[in-house]
């Protein structure tokens, strides 16, 4: 993982993605490089190395944010640059397009490293338009952020695998990073003896997807991510970081009963590169953002 507060994405994921290629006989045969592509003190000190998060890699999913960005969104981004944040996942537009957003962006310092981008226009027409827009917005990985309810079996899932390896490559040709897929809790539940998430995670090519891990939802579907961090190296390059309050609900990142330090003490080895908060149903967005960041930026692990 690469260390430094300084390099901000998406160049610097790009080069860090590169140092920790995976070869496969898919991306060979194209001639393809292998890339894979209010704190709790006693949380934040209970693991006692001295490793933290990069600060070129915490950074804000703007889902959270969606109420704010609809009233102002320049001043949304401005006011997450002024808390800190480094980077930010784009999830809805507001009526933007891309190069508005990316002005907006340029003119606060953050960086998009991702947008998440339908399904259905991935697998359809949009693919190439929508590859093109993440170049505009200078991000790195276009994120699958849901499946339709449809394909939730184990044939459905393969079937989604498929066309994940078919984006990817694409993807990958449009110089761009691997197609990461963001999960939910009913991603990980068992069908007919089979793990629905783990056919996506074994039938694709790790040079041409890997996903973009919700811890919440990974928890909240009885999976362990520091066990996916371990048995698969390097497919986990960006985090949904969203915390759980006692009663199962979302809470301010340090706030719930997640344990991230022991999560993140094998992040490195499952290639997370990108930290990016995330809160579904914020009271007040600005005070969750403010919360997160202080609790991420102080966390040793």
């Known amino acids: ?65 969606r109420d704010v960005l609809a009233e102002d969104f320049g001043g949304t981004l401005e006011r997450l640059a002024e808390i800190g944040y480094a980077t930010v996942g784009v999830s809805g537009r507001h009526g933007y397009g891309a190069k508005d957003i990316r002005a907006m962006l340029d003119a606060t310092g953050l960086r998009a490293v991702l947008e998440h981008v339908a399904y259905t226009t991935l697998t359809g027409g949009g693919l190439p338009q929508a590859l093109d827009d993440l170049h505009t917005l200078g991000a790195w990985w276009p994120v699958v952020p849901s499946l339709p309810g449809a394909l939730h079996t184990p044939d459905g899932f393969r079937e989604a695998a498929r066309q994940f390896n078919r984006i990817g490559l694409a993807s990958r040709k449009a110089g761009l ?36 891990l919700d811890v919440y939802w990974a928890v909240k579907g009885d999976a362990d991510p520091a066990t996916y961090f371990r048995r698969h190296p390097h497919r986990f390059p960006a985090l949904h970081v969203k915390d759980m309050a006692p009663d199962g609900g979302f809470a301010d990142v340090g706030s719930g009963t997640l344990d991230f330090a022991a999560m993140f003490a094998h992040a490195r080895v499952g290639g997370v590169r990108q930290w990016l908060v995330e809160h579904d149903t914020p009271a007040d967005p600005f005070s969750t953002a403010r919360n997160s960041y202080a609790y991420l930026s102080a966390l040793r692990y």
């Open 177 to 212: 990073g691997p197609v990461l897929f963001h999960n939910h809790g009913t991603d990980h539940v068992v069908v007919d003896g089979v793990n629905l998430y783990d056919v996506l995670v074994a039938e694709t090519d790790p040079a041409l997807v890997a996903f973009e």
């Open 1 to 65: 993982m690469n260390a430094s507060a300084n390099v901000s994405p998406p160049d610097g994921t790009r080069r860090a993605f590169l140092r920790t290629a995976i070869g496969t006989s898919v991306g060979t045969s194209l001639g393809l490089a292998a890339a894979v592509g209010g704190a709790s003190p006693a949380r934040a000190t209970e693991h006692r190395h001295g490793r933290r998060i990069p600060r070129g890699g915490i950074g804000m999913h703007l889902y959270t944010m």
